[in-house]
């Protein structure tokens, strides 16, 4: 459970901006929309492999 403790006098929408970040960084939603639909585990290590060419080629790039 996310608590977000108010201080005295403080704006709500600040409060919730603090409560959304702190939702954010759990990862329910990202799990969420992960499980709507299954991925093959194929499929799942193509998309590592290609994202890590492609930070290797970034990487390379920035030298």
Same mark, same amino acid.
């Given at each position: 459970?996310?608590?977000?403790? @108010?201080?005295?006098? $403080?704006?709500?929408?600040?409060? *919730?901006?603090? &409560? !959304?970040? !702190? &939702? $954010? ?5 990202? $799990? *969420?929309?992960?499980?709507?639909? &299954?991925? !093959?585990?194929?499929? @799942?290590?193509?998309? $590592? @492999?290609?994202?890590? @060419?492609?930070?290797?080629? *970034? ?5």
């Amino acid at each position: 459970m996310i608590v977000v403790p @108010i201080k005295e006098g $403080e704006n709500i929408d600040r409060a *919730l901006k603090r &409560f !959304k970040r !702190k &939702f $954010e960084k759990t990862g329910v939603i990202k $799990e *969420l929309r992960q499980r709507q639909a &299954f991925t !093959k585990p194929s499929v @799942i290590r193509r998309d $590592e @492999i290609k994202k890590a @060419i492609y930070v290797q080629q *970034l990487l390379r790039q920035e030298n």
